[in-house]
Nanobody, 121 residues
Framework: QVQLEESGGGWVQPGGSLRLSCAAS????????LVWYRQAPGKQRELVAI???????NYADSVKGRFTISRSNARNTVYLQMNSLKSEDTAVYYC???????????????WGQGSQVTVSS
């Protein structure tokens, strides 16, 4: 059974920091690309950051320079370090794992349950 278990969310004041973690089980973690998404109330889910199986990263423009995605294949965990948080970062954050075949087909996809991040004074 595949599980993605998120932790690290909570409340923080503007300008503060939080680190989200997503621990995976039941998959060959190193073969998966990992993505953090977020969804604010009344808005569509949006991609925040991605790290490929090879370690390449990309970020939404709104979080570049403030958020850092990283992974530990030894711990089967992906992280999202969030600094200089703003009220507009308030959302439920979801981790997502994707496995692609050599020819680019999506062969497996899994989601975490979501973790609330609230940025407010």
């Amino acid at each position: 059974q595949v599980q993605l278990e998120e932790s690290g969310g909570g409340w923080v004041q503007p300008g503060g920091s939080l680190r989200l973690s997503c621990a995976a089980s039941g998959i060959i973690f190193s073969m998966y690309s990992l993505v953090w998404y977020r969804q604010a109330p009344g808005k569509q889910r949006e991609l925040v950051a991605i790290i490929t199986s090879g370690g390449g990263t990309n970020y939404a423009d709104s979080v570049k320079g403030r958020f850092t995605i990283s992974r530990s294949n030894a711990r089967n965990t992906v992280y999202l370090q969030m600094n200089s948080l703003k009220s507009e970062d308030t959302a439920v954050y979801y981790c997502n794992a994707n496995y692609y075949s050599d020819d680019g087909r999506l062969m497996g996809q899994y989601w975490g349950q979501g973790s609330q991040v609230t940025v407010s004074s």
